[in-house]
C-alpha cells in the first residue's frame, strides 16, 4: 500500500460479554504510514477492539475492513496473512531461549495452534527460512548485536522490541501494538518511539494501545480516545489533550 491508503477501517464495531458492552459501535481507520493511538482508562476496552480487529474475537456486531476486504469473522491466521501483525499486552518470548530463536519461532507460531505441534513439524529448509527472516527483522529493529543473546537477559524495553521483531516477520502493512511502553523507563519508550516513527516512515500503519497519554503526545498522528467502551473524543493530540471530556475520564469525575 502507498501512503495514505487506508489500510484498516473499523465501523461501529461492538462486543458484549453477558450485559456487558466493552466495545459499543466505535470506528476507527488507520492509514499506510500513520501512527493512530487508541488510548483510555484501564478497562476502557481496548484490548478488546484490538481482539476485534486481529480476529482473536469476534464483534457482536459491526464491520471491519482490511486492505478493502470485508475481514470480520476471519481468523487470526487469515487476518496476519493479509498483512496484519500484532503484539499482546503482555510480553511472552521464551527467556532462556535467545533473541533469534524466540523471533523464529514466533513466526512460525503464528497462527498455529501450540508450541509442541509447531516443534514438531519444522523440517531444515524451513528452520532456516525462519532463522534469516529473523535475522533480518532483529538488524531491521536495532537489536542486531543482540541476537545470540538469551532473551531473559535483556533489558525490559529492548524485550518489547524483541516482540516487535517477531511482529515483522510476517512483513505486514499494519502493526497493532497492546502497551508496548507500559513499564518501560524513560529512555526505552524514547528507543521504542523511535523505532515507531523509523517504521510508520517506512509506509507502516501503526495502531498502538497506550495509557500514557506523554508518550503519546509528539508521537502519533491521530488518537482515539475511549471510555467505558465509547469513543469519547478523537483528533490530533494537541487537541483531544484538551478535551474536557478526556480529562474528565483520566482525572476521574
Ligand atoms: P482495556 O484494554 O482498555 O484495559 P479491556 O478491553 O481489556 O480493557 O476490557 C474491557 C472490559 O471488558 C473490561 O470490563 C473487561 O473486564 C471486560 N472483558 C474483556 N474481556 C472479557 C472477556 N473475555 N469476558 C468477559 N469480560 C471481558
Ligand atoms: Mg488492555
Redesign the pocket.
Known amino acids: 500500500p502507498s501512503k495514505g491508503e487506508l489500510l484498516l477501517d473499523a465501523r461501529e464495531v461492538t462486543r458484549r460479554?453477558?450485559g456487558?458492552i466493552?466495545?459499543n459501535r466505535l470506528s476507527l481507520e488507520v492509514r499506510a504510514g500513520e501512527i493512530l493511538a487508541l488510548i483510555?482508562?484501564?478497562?476502557?476496552?481496548?484490548?478488546?477492539?484490538?481482539?476485534q480487529v486481529s480476529g482473536v474475537?469476534v464483534p457482536t456486531s459491526g464491520k471491519i475492513t482490511f486492505l478493502g476486504k470485508d475481514v470480520t469473522g476471519k481468523t487470526s491466521r487469515e487476518i496476519a496473512r493479509m498483512g496484519m501483525s500484532r503484539t499482546f499486552?503482555h510480553v511472552k518470548l521464551l527467556p532462556t531461549m535467545s533473541v533469534i530463536e524466540n523471533v523464529a519461532i514466533g513466526a512460525h507460531l503464528r497462527g498455529n495452534r501450540g508450541v509442541l505441534s509447531a516443534a514438531w513439524r519444522l523440517d531444515r529448509q524451513e528452520e532456516k527460512r525462519l532463522l534469516a527472516e529473523a535475522a533480518k527483522q532483529i538488524e531491521r529493529v536495532g537489536l542486531g548485536d543482540y541476537m545470540f543473546v538469551e532473551a531473559g537477559s535483556l533489558a525490559l524495553g529492548q524485550q518489547r522490541i524483541v516482540e516487535i521483531a517477531r511482529a515483522l516477520t510476517s512483513d505486514p502493512c499494519l502493526l497493532l501494538l497492546?502497551e508496548p511502553a507500559a513499564g518501560l523507563r524513560y529512555k526505552e519508550k524514547q528507543a521504542l518511539a523511535e523505532l515507531m516513527r523509523k517504521l510508520s516512515a517506512e509506509g507502516m500503519g501503526i495502531l498502538l494501545?497506550e495509557h500514557d497519554m506523554d508518550f503519546v503526545m509528539g508521537l502519533v498522528d491521530r488518537v482515539v480516545v475511549?471510555e467505558f467502551?465509547e469513543k469519547i473524543s478523537e483528533g490530533l493530540p494537541e487537541e483531544v489533550q484538551k478535551d474536557p471530556a478526556v480529562l474528565q475520564a483520566y482525572l476521574g469525575g
Open positions: 460479554f453477558g456487558l466493552a466495545c483510555g482508562p484501564n478497562g476502557a476496552g481496548k484490548s478488546t477492539m484490538f481482539n474475537d499486552q497492546d494501545v475511549m467502551g
